[in-house]
């Protein structure tokens, strides 16, 4: 199978992951790296000596029969370089956001679009195994009606004078949402202070909400003696914690709910049941987060198929971070995010792969092959459910030695409402392909 032949532009902070990332992968080829830092490069060179071609202009690598291109650059290059390289032909990698404005990314996706390049965006949540999970969770109503979300993302740094602390992390929390739920939000309301620079915010606090009545909230910060990245979902029937940092335990499932139970005919005269059971953590088996994103890249190129974090989706991203921006400077009054992309009023915003991990209908499946694929969606989403109502947890499938801790006990039992002890997680997942390098 022909290997793709891929340039790196950039070399900076997270430049260097990604070509380790490529070097390492069987399937792919790097043929140069650009940079305008000459010291960079020379770090580059000699950690990987047989890189063909060390640059400071990236127009140079057009001269190396490229299939492909990864842009790692500042955020406000994006557009210069991404375009550049749409034009040449070359499917394009992009960091996040896709872009600084909703206008430049809109442009970038309807070129890639209008030429039929690839153009994805690296938003690397979506490509986290313990995301993933979650994410089977909540399509397949383990944790019953989700109530809230709330993400946290804060740590001392890195400080930027260019972009304020939104633009620098709120991409990562706004793609992983939008995973989770597989919807953009409708609207969202920012508040943020400039500590270090008054005119530049450090930290920042968003409230979004989703067609779906989900409501999330958002905490960014520089300026935070505690490196924390955790995403928390509340649903009716359990909660979930999930700790990036973690090492092992990266999700939490809490059997824990409460109801409100009427128990009088008298209006708002509630007896509030609470429900105390185990938590569970269950075993996730899978790749760096960043080789699962590099690999499915270069599947996307070899197949011609749509990447689970396409433009169109980058693209919805920097919208909500527009929004957001103009929030921040209307005092927190919320604004609705741009229901209308490219002229037309767009479908909801759906991952690529569905549960069963065949292609799904993301924005360029078509025809009979997206009908086949919704059904097959709904179709394990149905028996998802089923297994879950059997007393499964549903996660992607493999049986894991999961962590069990036994709660308070309830009325259902000390192992909650039918939680597995063991960590046996159900077949009814969506969840990351297996990709091995002999497959690429």
């Avoid at 063909?52 to 202009?57: G, H, I, Q, S």
């Avoid at 944790?143 to 972009?163: E, H, K, P, Q, T």
């Avoid at 409230?207 to 520089?222: D, E, K, M, N």
Wanted: with cysteine; charged share 25%.
């Amino acid at each position: 199978m022909k290997r793709v032949e891929v340039g790196i532009i950039g070399c900076g902070y997270w430049g260097p992951n990604l070509v380790r990332t490529f070097v390492e992968i069987g399937g792919a080829t790097v043929r140069g790296v650009a940079d305008k830092d000459r010291e960079r490069l020379h770090r580059v060179g000699t950690r990987y000596p047989h890189l063909r071609v060390l640059t400071e202009d990236f127009h140079h690598l057009f001269e190396q029969r490229l299939d492909a291109v990864v842009v790692c650059t500042p955020p406000e290059t994006h557009y210069d370089i991404v375009r550049a390289c749409l034009e040449q032909g070359l499917d394009v990698l992009v960091e996040k956001p896709l872009a600084t404005s909703s206008e430049h990314a809109r442009e970038l996706v309807e070129i890639a679009e209008r030429h039929g390049q690839i153009l994805m965006v690296g938003h690397i949540g979506a490509y986290t195994p313990a995301v993933t999970e979650l994410r089977s969770m909540i399509a397949a109503g383990a944790l019953g009606d989700i109530a809230y979300i709330d993400a946290v993302r804060v740590g001392l740094g890195l400080f930027r004078s260019n972009l304020n602390v939104i633009w620098d992390l709120a991409p990562h929390d706004i793609a992983i949402l939008m995973y989770l739920l597989g919807e953009s939000p409708k609207s969202v309301s920012t508040r943020g202070i400039g500590c270090i620079e008054p005119t530049n915010e450090d930290v920042a606090y968003l409230t979004l909400s989703f067609p779906s009545g989900v409501l999330a909230h958002v905490r960014l910060s520089w300026l935070d003696p505690c490196k924390t990245r955790r995403v928390t979902v509340v649903g009716n029937q359990k909660m979930v914690v999930y700790d990036d940092l973690e090492n092992h335990e990266k999700l939490k499932i809490y059997d824990k709910h409460v109801d409100a139970v009427r128990q009088t005919d008298t209006f708002g005269d509630f007896h509030f049941a609470y429900h105390y059971g185990s938590i569970l953590s269950p075993y996730i088996e899978g790749d760096e987060p960043l080789r699962v994103e590099c690999l499915h890249f270069l599947e996307c190129v070899r197949d011609r198929s749509t990447p689970l974090t396409d433009g169109r989706n980058g693209l919805a991203v920097v919208e909500a971070i527009e929004a957001a921006q103009q929030s921040l400077r209307k005092g927190g009054t919320p604004v609705s995010i741009a229901k209308v992309v490219a002229g037309r009023t767009p479908q909801r915003w759906r991952p690529a792969f569905p549960a069963d991990g065949t292609e799904g209908n993301g924005a360029a499946v078509k025809g009979n092959r997206a009908d086949k694929a919704r059904k097959a969606h709904r179709k394990e989403m149905r028996r998802a459910a089923k297994a879950d109502a059997n007393g499964k947890v549903n996660g992607n499938g493999s049986n894991g030695n999961g962590v069990k801790r036994n709660g308070n006990g309830s009325s259902n039992g000390s192992n909650g409402n039918g939680t597995n002890g063991n960590g046996k997680v159900g077949k009814g997942a969506i969840k990351v392909r297996d990709y091995a390098p002999e497959e690429v």
